[in-house]
């Protein structure tokens, strides 16, 4: 008898480790966990299974649909956007191919079970590119559909997928007979996000965490950044609330496959400052690297997620004082 299941990849992530806890908190879901490396002995006994394995393994992923009946994917394996720059075929391999396999999973397990499959996919701040720093600051909070022209194979792979589950969620096979919708395709497009449990893998935005964990563990820090640029962050609770929230949202509210969610924006010197608020003794100085300044340069400033707000109920609860104070420093 197959079991119905969670599955979620990338299961050992940022945002896995505190997905995976919460649903373990909720007691409505058995998860099944997914990612290349071996997941924390902490997270393994909240699931009902841990593979090791890769998401471009399709005999893998075959396995899966016999034996499990998978009623939402939360699909959080890919490269970051750093890394992503120095090997971008490989990126796009896992990136892209990798959502793809998964989609054609949800579709097997939607014919399955006679209905769609959800398939919640975290997209970035990274799928945006601003032109220059006078636009940048002009624009202010940037919306859902504009300035999407991304200059990093990250950013490119993240806008393809949304792309791909609109087109899987309204339009797949829309020419057969038969055609029917097999996928509800939910994304939400995150700023930088922060964790105290996780250190930081490779993304470009991560420079403010770095400046964190380097500030608590008494190593001296380079930003790579100057002090003036400016993104908007999120504490890692929030990003969890923001996917469960859009998880259980009624069909019929949401106007749209994409949503900004964000919580608030700083500067790179007032990241620093709370930092050091924390940790006087932080050693934290700014020695910018000009190409990952460019990439940061072009991300905004800001995101207008008000469609978020209106259509699911969105709101964080942790602004920037609130995730230093009771979220990141205590934990870490």
Request: glycine letters at 6%; hydrophobic letters at 40%.
């Amino acid at each position: 008898m197959r079991k119905e299941v969670v599955l979620i990849t990338g299961a050992n992530g940022e945002i896995g480790h505190g997905l995976i806890t919460h649903l373990a908190a909720q007691g409505n879901y058995e998860v099944i966990a997914l990612d290349v490396q071996t997941l924390d002995d902490a997270l393994k006994p909240l699931c009902l299974k841990f593979i090791q394995g890769d998401i471009l393994d399709t005999m893998l992923l075959g396995r899966l649909v016999v034996e499990y009946e998978i009623r939402t994917i939360y699909h959080l394996a890919s490269i970051l956007s750093t890394k992503a720059e120095y090997n971008p075929e490989t990126a796009h391999r896992i990136n892209v191919e990798g959502t793809l396999n998964l989609l054609r999973l949800a579709v097997e397990q939607s014919q399955w079970q006679g209905r769609p499959v959800k398939f919640i996919y975290p997209s970035s701040i990274a799928a945006y590119r601003l032109p220059n720093l006078e636009t940048k600051i002009a624009v202010g909070k940037v919306k859902e559909y504009n300035w999407l022209e991304p200059s990093t194979m990250y950013g490119c792979n993240k806008l393809y997928c949304e792309h791909l589950g609109r087109y899987y969620t309204r339009h797949y096979r829309q020419l057969a007979a038969d055609h029917t919708t097999a996928i509800d395709f939910r994304c939400i497009r995150f700023p930088g996000l922060i964790s105290a449990v996780t250190i930081p893998t490779g993304g470009t935005s991560d420079y403010g965490p770095e400046m964190l964990h380097h500030a608590a563990q008494d190593k001296p820090y380079p930003s790579f950044v100057r002090q003036d640029c400016r993104i908007p962050f999120m504490a890692m609770p929030d990003a969890v609330k923001s996917l469960l929230l859009l998880t259980a949202a009624p069909r019929q509210n949401l106007k749209h496959v994409v949503y900004n969610v964000t919580s608030f924006s700083l500067s790179a010197i007032e990241f620093r400052d709370w930092v050091l608020k924390y940790f006087p003794n932080g050693n934290i100085s700014f020695e910018p690297d000009e190409k990952r300044q460019a990439i940061v340069d072009s991300w905004p400033a800001d995101l207008d997620d008000s469609a978020a707000r209106r259509d699911w109920g969105w709101s964080p609860d942790y602004d920037v004082e609130r995730s230093f104070s009771e979220y990141l420093v205590p934990n870490i």
